[in-house]
Structure formats: C-alpha cells, structure tokens
C-alpha cells in the first residue's frame, strides 16, 4: 500500500484522528502515529542536530510529549506543523547541550578536513562521501532546520516560523544565507574538480 504524501487533507485528517486517539488514552492509535512519523523525525532531527547517537532519544522525547500533549493540539495547524515544532525544540536543546560550534560563520580559505589528501584522486572519494551532508555541515542548526523543513519537508515559511517560533522574515533571511552558503561550497567543490 502506498503512503499518501503528508501534506495530502487525507493524510492530515488521519494525523489528527491519531492524535484525538491518543488523547483519549488509545496506545494503539499513538503507535500508529509513532510509526508514521519515526522515519521523517529521524532525518529531520539529524539534519538539525547532526549526532546520530541521540536520535532515537531526542525522538522519544518529542513522542513522550506528542502523547503528554495531544489534548491541547488544536488543530489550527498541520498535525505535522505541531510536531515537528515539538522535534525542532527538542533538537535544538539537545545540540547545544551536546556540542557548542566555536563559529557558525564559514571560512572556505581554511583547508576542509573533509576533503581528502592532494595526492589522491578526491572526486571519487567526495562521491563515495555523503556531499549533501558535507555542505549542510556548512550551515548553522537554524539555517539546517529551515533548508530541511522547506526541501524535504515541504513546508511553507509561514508554518516553518510558527515551529522556529520567529518572525517569517528571519526565516526568509536564514534561507538566504543558507542559499548563499552552499552556493559558495559548491562554487568551491566545481573549483576543485
């Protein structure tokens, strides 16, 4: 069976019958709903906070609070909207609880340690690597978050500043540093190559 987008009204009518579920104590109706949202929260919170050791925890969390929470869930968002604000929160508290980034600035006249030695062939090396991830490494966790919910998770600025819980404005401003960012990463790779 094919899982219908999480943007689709029917996919969003079924999140919030699970929640209502839950609400009401259905444990059944939560799993449901921590099954279906296990796999986006894992590549969401990964992309924000970037330790894979503490996914799973931090995902937990988020759950412990959907089902703590799920009676105040009013509906005037995306049920995805309402979660993955609690993951974003949740995602930043445990990224500066677990590294603080010296600089989120970025300087590419610094040699990259994530390029390998001049002597060997590091294209090839650089495509068995993961680049995309190279480069969000490049961004700070806010400017990640908004890149991931915009990209992979479809999400309009208007919902991604009710999650970031800033104006839409600075969201706007994050994505175009992003923007400008990678394209300087990526000015530098087609440099190099």
Same mark, same amino acid.
């Given at each position: 069976?094919?899982?219908?987008p999480?943007?689709?009204q029917?996919q969003q009518?079924?999140e919030?019958?699970l929640?209502?579920?839950?609400?009401?104590g259905?444990?059944?109706?939560f799993?449901q709903?921590?099954q279906?949202?296990?796999?986006?929260?894992y590549?969401?919170?990964?992309?924000?906070?970037?330790h894979?050791d503490?996914?799973?925890?931090i995902?937990n969390?988020v759950?412990?609070v959907?089902w703590e929470?799920?009676?105040t869930?009013?509906?005037t968002?995306?049920?995805s909207? /309402?979660?993955l604000?609690?993951?974003y929160l949740k995602? @930043?508290k445990? !990224?500066?609880?677990?590294?603080k980034? =010296?600089?989120?600035?970025?300087?590419f006249?610094?040699?990259l340690?994530?390029?390998?030695?001049r002597?060997?062939? /590091?294209?090839s090396?650089l495509?068995d690597?993961?680049? @995309?991830?190279? !480069?969000?490494?490049?961004?700070?966790a =806010?400017?990640?978050?908004?890149?991931?919910m915009?990209?992979?998770q479809?999400l309009?600025y208007?919902?991604i500043?009710?999650?970031?819980?800033?104006?839409?404005?600075?969201v706007?401003?994050?994505?175009?540093h992003?923007r400008?960012?990678?394209a300087?990463?990526?000015?530098e790779?087609?440099?190099?190559?």
């Amino acid at each position: 069976m094919m899982q219908k987008p999480f943007s689709s009204q029917e996919q969003q009518a079924k999140e919030r019958h699970l929640i209502a579920e839950a609400a009401a104590g259905n444990g059944k109706a939560f799993e449901q709903l921590y099954q279906l949202y296990f796999n986006r929260l894992y590549q969401f919170i990964f992309r924000v906070n970037r330790h894979h050791d503490c996914i799973e925890e931090i995902i937990n969390d988020v759950m412990y609070v959907v089902w703590e929470k799920a009676a105040t869930y009013d509906q005037t968002c995306r049920p995805s909207t /309402w979660i993955l604000g609690i993951a974003y929160l949740k995602s @930043l508290k445990s !990224a500066k609880r677990n590294t603080k980034r =010296e600089d989120e600035s970025v300087e590419f006249n610094d040699e990259l340690d994530y390029f390998p030695d001049r002597r060997v062939h /590091w294209v090839s090396q650089l495509e068995d690597s993961n680049w @995309l991830e190279a !480069a969000l490494e490049k961004l700070s966790a =806010e400017q990640r978050a908004v890149v991931e919910m915009t990209y992979f998770q479809g999400l309009h600025y208007s919902e991604i500043s009710e999650i970031m819980q800033c104006p839409e404005n600075t969201v706007k401003t994050r994505m175009f540093h992003a923007r400008k960012i990678l394209a300087k990463f990526f000015l530098e790779l087609n440099s190099r190559s």
